[in-house]
């Protein structure tokens, strides 16, 4: 195992997997981490698992958090319909401060660990227009997880390591094909079934197809 340990966010999707594939390039010692979090497209986490048993990640966390429980996104609450058409500004599928939680908890375990890199799937090119996934958010966050914590503060800095931000969707797509990330084992789709079929409709259906069109490539995923 490498001396150099990264924590990385997993969701199952086209993105994160690749980061995983891109750490593992770099020569990291790969952790990977999932959450439970009230989603209504739970066979992402199946995909997570199945990921990082491809990638060889050492170990691979579920952790449950229960952000349904404050709801206010399409993601979280049954009574918020997915958007199966592109709408304009922040969509409903917005996850109210959902990268900021998951970054905390990443950080807690890259202390534990001793891993001073986190790595983040998000992209500010061909993405939602979530907040969260903006470059002066992870920027921001790092600044606020050196002043947070031991390692911080004892001099070990922790770096937020999003590696995706200005890739277009089609250059993700190629890059992790060449890292050898298998896209069949993902689930991209906010409405996928209990099988990870995905409907082709909702917005990440839509840039993802859009992304493996672009990239001249053929897309793996399974259709409801």
Known sequence: MSEKKAVILLSGGLDSATVVAMAKA????????SFDYGQRHRSELQAAERVARQLGVIEHKVIGINLDGIGGSALTDASIDVPQAPTTGIPVTYVPARNTVFLSLALGWAEVLGAQDI???????????????RPEFVEAFERMANLATKMGVEGQSIRIQAPLQMMSKAEIVQAGSRLGVDYGLTVSCYLADADGRACGRCDSCRLRAAGFAAAGMVDPTRYQ
Not at 26 to 33: I, L, R
């Open 26 to 33: 770099q020569g990291y010692s790969c952790f990977s981490m």
């Open 119 to 133: 790595f983040i799937g998000v992209n500010a090119v061909d993405y939602s227009g979530y907040p969260d996934c």
